[in-house]
């Protein structure tokens, strides 16, 4: 023993001490007041008591804004957050106050009125037994009236005053994508991703989606975004995003006040196109092809900016996925212009040689693409 009894104040350092080697799962308990006004807080004092009936208990601070709310309401739901989860640590522990705290994260109310965190690992919905005062706090007693489970299990921990997260969250990804879905969704997918995992390196270099396919086969990248189109084959597929294609042109063109034409109207004209491989331009070559019509390509270029500047010169017609083509519209006084044909409706998709496979920070990486493109 290395404390004295006799010696509260020292007993009470050493407990502090002794609790940071003790790792615990990091939940959010919720509940709303009657008036439907939401509050939650972090905590990791939340434990199991009985299988039958099903409960929980956690503990609660009298001075913490959520007591009288959870008091008077006699309802909560604990959330128990997973390792995507580091964001709502921060919001729920004081960086924000109130109903702000509900902006970070994807929330939804059940039935009874119950705010819950709709992508946690699970959530466990709790009416108040009974209430024990102890010193500081209140320990709560709850039964379990309704639980939901996702698969998988990546619980956060909290150990030695950090986030267990964050002491593994370093390595280095390499992605290949193609300049569609880099341009149009990986800004902020990643900006996003590496605001919660600072410490992962990521490099990214733009590639045809063929060339990504084979960067993926060949080990030479670990994670490939492509526009679906080219066969793939050995590789786990996961969906990622939706677009569509757009024709952008002068706004003194014959086509411009056209709100919407087929392909085979717009082969009457010079085009700009993108290079060579570009999955774009397969699509126009192909539909073309069907046609039995050429596609008269006066130029190509390798970036949008330059296919919108070319437009806008009046050296030809362009085609751009939809979101790109708003900004060039509204910055270069070009005019959109929709495309009546089904192959103008893009998916694009996540390609990797296994989940599996991947280190710790690739598997990471994949979880966040995936929940934001949901």
Known sequence: MTTSLADSAQVTSEFKRAMR???????????ADVNGNRYGMTATAVNSLTMDPPSLLICVNHSASIHPALMGRGRFCVNVLTTEHEDLV???SGRLKGDARFEVGEWRTEDGGMPYLEDAQSNLF???DSVVPFGTH??????????RVDEGIRPLIFADGKLGATQSLTGHVRIASNLSTLTQFLPNDLQSFLKKHPLIDVHLEEKVSTAVLSAVQENACDIG??????KVSGLEVIPYREDRLVLTVPQDHSLADKASVKFAE???????GLHTGSQINLQIQRAAAELDKAWRCRMQVHTYDALAAMVQAGLGIGMLPQKMAQLYASAMNLKIVELDEPWAHRRHAIVIRSYESLQAAGKRLIDHLKRSSQ
């Open 225 to 230: 975004l492509i526009v679906e189109g080219p």
């Open 138 to 147: 209140s320990v709560v007693i709850g039964r379990v009236s309704a639980v």
């Open 126 to 128: 709790c009416d108040i």
């Open 21 to 31: 080697r003790l790792a615990s799962t990091v939940t959010i308990i919720s509940t």
């Open 90 to 92: 921060s919001a729920f």
């Open 266 to 272: 717009t082969l009457n004209y010079d085009y700009v």
